[in-house]
């Protein structure tokens, strides 16, 4: 079993920054891939961002390509994703995740946190 609480997010007006944090607590943190997601309202939740469980190798959506960057610190158990250039369109709960794999699909994510909330106005 791992545990995820997600914090970091707010408020923030466009061409804003956040950062997103992710302790884990559990199963051995480190071994893990890790996956940012998020969800819109009345939208399905989406891919955002992945990292390695080295951290060697990530990848991130088109979307937030050059904006956004996933990094990991396995001596703190803790993913964090750093949000530059803020837009409206990037309102949504974001949510962290765990998985075997360095993956983009939802279902291959085993376990999740409760998310927390960016709001970007324009």
């Known amino acids: 079993q791992v545990q995820l609480v997600e914090s970091g997010g707010g408020l923030v007006q466009a061409g804003g920054s956040l950062r997103l944090s992710c302790a884990a607590s559990g199963r051995t943190f480190s071994r893990y891939a890790m996956g940012w997601f998020r969800q819109a309202p009345g939208k399905e939740r989406e891919f955002v961002a992945a990292?390695?469980?080295?951290?060697?190798?990530?990848y991130n959506t088109d979307s937030v390509k050059g904006r956004f960057t996933i990094s990991r610190d396995n001596a703190k158990n803790t993913v964090y994703l750093q949000m530059n250039s803020l837009k409206p369109e990037d309102t949504a709960v974001y949510y962290c995740a765990v998985s075997k794999f360095l993956v983009v699909v939802t279902t291959m994510y085993d376990y999740w946190g409760q998310g927390t909330q960016v709001t970007v106005s324009s």
């Open positions: 990292i390695s469980w080295s951290g060697t190798s990530t």
